[in-house]
């Protein structure tokens, strides 16, 4: 029978020791668990959870303090806003977000730690193996997505996430999360189409209609995004036949 590998980014001061209670109390949940402690969930960055899928890991976990809980005050908030982000990612690679899993776990709840385990390992055999390793566009996609994730504005996002959704700024104003939500899928989607622009013509110079052909995106958008790569000395062009070709600057970094 298949059995999905699982990995855990539990935080030290609740989560973990909720795991360590279940193991105490002698609760029975499968073994497909295998942790990494964090001293907060709020240091797990996107790209830790990125790789993990990437490297062909069938679901994570991320658990931590229930919110208002938190060791470090207000980590687990920038939790909450890190797994949407991570979340949205997922979903614009066409990755089944049931793989990711956030839990709020105090040290007290060893047989909650233990039915969630067990439910999620449930669910994963339902869902089969991760495709990751056998799917040559999915690996490239998650190349994409983990490019994408050192965007300025994406983390800037990752940092102010809270601060903008959440606590009013010094005149009275914040973001709904809705706004934020919308904010967030346009960002990712348009960082996502300047990372394939720029690994397509990283070799070979194309015009934008060649680009807008391949990628399935209108010209007109295509040569904005050009028109951005190049004031960001991302991207050089040169005229042929009458027509500008666009190929990676030079000495541009992955």
């Not at 790789?51 to 679901?59: I, M, P, S, Y």
């Not at 776990?105 to 969630?116: P, Q, R, T, V």
């Not at 399935?216 to 790569?229: F, G, R």
């Given at each position: 029978?298949?059995?999905?590998?699982?990995?855990?980014?539990?935080?030290?001061?609740?989560?973990?020791?909720?795991?360590?209670?279940?193991?105490?109390?002698?609760?029975?949940?499968?073994?497909?668990l295998r942790i990494i402690?964090?001293?907060?969930?709020?240091?797990?960055?996107?790209?830790?959870?990125?790789?993990?899928?990437?490297?062909?890991?069938?679901?994570?976990?991320?658990?931590?303090?229930?919110?208002?809980?938190?060791?470090?005050?207000?980590?687990?908030?920038?939790?909450?806003?890190?797994?949407?982000?991570?979340?949205?990612?997922?979903?614009?690679?066409?990755?089944?977000?049931?793989?990711?899993?956030?839990?709020?776990?105090?040290?007290?709840?060893?047989?909650?730690?233990?039915?969630?385990?067990?439910?999620?390992?449930?669910?994963?055999?339902?869902?089969?193996?991760?495709?990751?390793?056998?799917?040559?566009?999915?690996?490239?996609?998650?190349?994409?997505?983990?490019?994408?994730?050192?965007?300025?504005?994406?983390?800037?996002?990752?940092?102010?996430?809270?601060?903008?959704?959440?606590?009013?700024?010094?005149y009275g104003e914040k973001i709904?999360?809705?706004?934020?939500?919308?904010?967030?899928?346009?960002?990712?989607?348009?960082?996502?189409?300047?990372?394939?622009?720029?690994?397509?013509?990283?070799?070979?110079?194309?015009?934008?209609?060649?680009?807008?052909?391949?990628?399935?995106?209108?010209?007109?958008?295509?040569?904005?995004?050009?028109?951005?790569?190049?004031?960001?000395?991302?991207?050089?062009?040169?005229?042929?036949?009458?027509?500008?070709?666009?190929?990676?600057?030079?000495?541009?970094?992955?």
């Amino acid at each position: 029978m298949y059995d999905p590998k699982i990995l855990g980014f539990l935080c030290n001061w609740c989560s973990y020791a909720g795991a360590d209670l279940a193991g105490v109390s002698r609760f029975n949940y499968p073994p497909n668990l295998r942790i990494i402690r964090v001293m907060c969930s709020g240091r797990i960055d996107p790209n830790f959870i990125l790789t993990a899928f990437e490297r062909g890991l069938d679901g994570v976990l991320v658990a931590g303090c229930h919110p208002g809980e938190c060791h470090y005050i207000s980590g687990n908030y920038h939790t909450k806003y890190k797994f949407l982000i991570t979340k949205k990612i997922l979903e614009k690679i066409g990755f089944n977000i049931k793989r990711l899993r956030l839990e709020w776990i105090s040290a007290a709840e060893g047989k909650k730690f233990a039915d969630m385990i067990t439910e999620f390992t449930e669910e994963l055999i339902k869902l089969g193996p991760s495709l990751v390793k056998s799917d040559r566009n999915l690996i490239k996609h998650f190349s994409d997505a983990k490019q994408i994730c050192s965007d300025f504005r994406l983390r800037w996002l990752i940092s102010r996430e809270r601060d903008l959704v959440e606590i009013e700024n010094a005149y009275g104003e914040k973001i709904s999360e809705e706004k934020f939500k919308k904010l967030l899928d346009n960002i990712i989607e348009t960082e996502l189409i300047k990372v394939k622009i720029l690994n397509l013509i990283e070799e070979k110079g194309l015009s934008a209609e060649e680009i807008s052909s391949i990628l399935k995106v209108p010209t007109e958008k295509v040569m904005e995004h050009l028109i951005n790569l190049n004031d960001e000395h991302k991207v050089a062009f040169n005229i042929r036949n009458k027509t500008a070709v666009f190929i990676k600057e030079v000495g541009e970094v992955k």
